[in-house]
């Protein structure tokens, strides 16, 4: 009987002792590879036929495992310092568009959230982001908000400003889009050089407008495009007299005196043309130009 | 067919009061009220979460059922030898085993209506409603769960309790992955896998028509006539195994 306390310490003893060394034993466990960690251990090829028709479960589970590795990233940081959140981040939401390719909330995630800017300069995830929102247009056609993702990373941070005006310009046509998404494709199209396709975008959407306001926004539209069109033709004009004489012109009648031009165009809006410091403007109103761009909008490196 | 409205009654009166069908349907309900907090850790997909886990919990818990109580409705009585007083009666195995299934469908399609009464709750305490493809979603469940009880009485006919659940949820996991087995087949060089693998695809269910929750949580719309479509084989398959089920049972020596 007196024996029974002693065997109970001894029992505890032990007890905490096991506790003990599993504490120590954790501590010295060599740490796994950090890639083990990104998306579940089964590739998507073989986890969607083998989830016997549960794949868009699989698909929320990657997902909301994304939201939460977004939520613990940090943003003021450098490319290396969040390197494993940012190739974790990206592997998730692409896995879960992979389970279910018709996951539209894991697509307009990708065109939000993957993206980071670090504190060295560079943007990273862009063109992964890139990569998943053009599977997302293909799979939900019918999302406007993936289009416009897609639109907004390639003039934003590629610069590819044609393909931009494409995504908006695709987005627009679709339920629930903003009226400015025409717009605003236009005037990429239009940055990116591409007189004719603006054009193409902006006569399209007269015709296919029900209300007369509708109507009366792209008519303006389209003689902006106009003045856009002739203003490019005076800045070749432009062009041409710097090359001959060796100075800007004063005044756009230079042109005519020169010889270059012989009239010179009027304004669609009925304002008048004006050369500004060697730059054609109009009277009425400011250029097709999407404000700030350098290269790309962004002016990071993107990765 | 004498005797089949009241052994229907039985069964059904049997599987309300078993503790096996609470406890999935209680679990089947946490699961589907838990979606709630679980959508909570997501960015703007709450809808799809809860409903993605509720029509799943609703599968995975119906299967359980249709399993475990369809395979204890025939070889569980046969092995405890309660089905003697019963054919001792003027009732043709026949009728028993169609009563049987019966009580069984009408028990899975009330907890289908009850489960959906839950995930319908739940997704209004969230501020949303169930997509335009939920219900026909719904509806292919509850189809699919009525051929895997017919599979399940089907295993039942000619083999013990634990077998026959381990061929049913085996027939259910296999009915899944069909579609693949097809691809295999069409890019398999050899004619004998070709063939195997086509016969196999034809004999076995392809479950995967009966499975539209992608769509429901995707709010995708549903192409017109599929549901209908997609019905009636589920409907055709569960008659066919279920006669087959009869044709065995009748020879099948009880002592």
Not at chain 1, 136 to 158: A, C, V
Request: proline share 4%.
């Amino acid at each position: 009987m007196t024996l029974a306390p002693l065997r109970a310490g001894l029992l505890i003893a032990l007890f905490a002792l096991t506790l003990f060394v599993r504490e120590s034993a954790d501590r010295l466990r060599p740490s796994p590879p950090a890639t083990t960690f990104d998306v579940p251990p089964i590739p998507t090829d073989v986890a969607r036929p083998l989830s016997f028709g549960f794949a868009s479960v699989g698909a929320d589970l990657a997902f909301l495992e994304a939201v939460q590795v977004h939520g613990g990233r940090k943003t003021n940081r450098s490319e290396r310092s969040e390197a494993a959140a940012d190739r974790a981040l990206a592997r998730l939401v692409r896995y879960a568009v992979e389970m279910d390719p018709k996951y539209r909330g894991a697509y307009r995630f990708a065109g939000m959230a993957l993206i980071r800017h670090t504190t060295d300069g560079k943007a990273v995830n862009v063109l992964v982001a890139e990569q998943i929102l053009q599977q997302g247009t293909r799979e939900r056609p019918d999302d406007w908000q993936i289009f416009f993702n897609l639109g907004f990373i390639q003039s934003y941070y590629l610069g590819h400003m044609a393909d931009a005006a494409e995504s908006l310009w695709r987005a627009s046509r679709l339920k629930g889009a903003p009226k400015y998404l025409g717009l605003l494709a236009t005037r990429l199209a239009a940055d990116a050089g591409d007189m004719r396709v603006a054009r193409a975008l902006a006569e399209e959407m007269v015709t296919r407008a029900s209300e007369e306001s509708t109507r009366a926004e792209w008519d303006a539209r389209l003689r902006d495009i106009e003045m856009e069109e002739r203003a490019r033709f005076l800045d070749q004009a432009v062009s041409r007299f710097r090359e001959l004489r060796g100075h800007d012109p004063d005044s756009l009648q230079d042109l005519v005196r020169a010889g270059i031009l012989r009239e010179i165009p009027t304004e669609p809006h009925g304002g008048r043309f004006l050369i500004e410091d060697g730059v054609v403007v109009s009277s009425e109103g400011g250029r097709l130009r999407v404000r700030g761009r350098k290269g790309t909008q962004a002016e990071l490196e993107v990765r | 067919m004498g005797g089949l409205f009241p052994i229907v009654g039985n069964t059904l009166r049997e599987l309300a009061r078993s503790k096996l069908f609470y406890n999935l349907v209680l679990f089947s309900a946490l699961l589907i009220g838990a979606s709630i907090f679980v959508a909570q850790l997501t960015v703007g997909e709450w809808s799809r979460v809860i409903l993605d886990m509720g029509l799943s919990s609703i599968e995975g818990v119906g299967v359980l059922l249709a399993c475990l109580i369809g395979v204890g409705l025939v070889a569980g009585e046969i092995d405890r030898r309660t089905i003697y007083p019963t054919l001792a009666k003027p009732v043709t195995r026949a009728t028993f085993l169609t009563a049987r299934y019966a009580g069984l469908a009408l028990i899975l399609a009330a907890n289908v209506a009850l489960m959906l009464g839950v995930l319908a709750l739940t997704l209004r305490m969230a501020g949303s409603h169930y997509s335009p493809a939920s219900l026909p979603a719904a509806l292919l469940l509850l189809i699919e769960l009525w051929l895997i009880a017919a599979l399940a009485m089907f295993y039942a006919s000619f083999t013990t309790p634990t077998l026959a659940v381990a061929f049913c949820l085996s027939t259910f996991l296999v009915g899944h992955l069909v579609s693949d087995l097809r691809a295999y087949g069409e890019r398999s060089k050899s004619g004998l896998a070709k063939t195997v693998t086509m016969a196999l695809y034809r004999a076995l269910p392809n479950l995967e028509l009966l499975n539209l929750k992608a769509q429901a949580a995707n709010d995708l719309p549903v192409p017109e006539g599929f549901v209908s479509r997609a019905a009636l084989y589920g409907l055709l398959y569960a008659a066919v195994i279920l006669l087959l089920a009869i044709a065995i049972f009748r020879r099948r020596d009880l002592k």
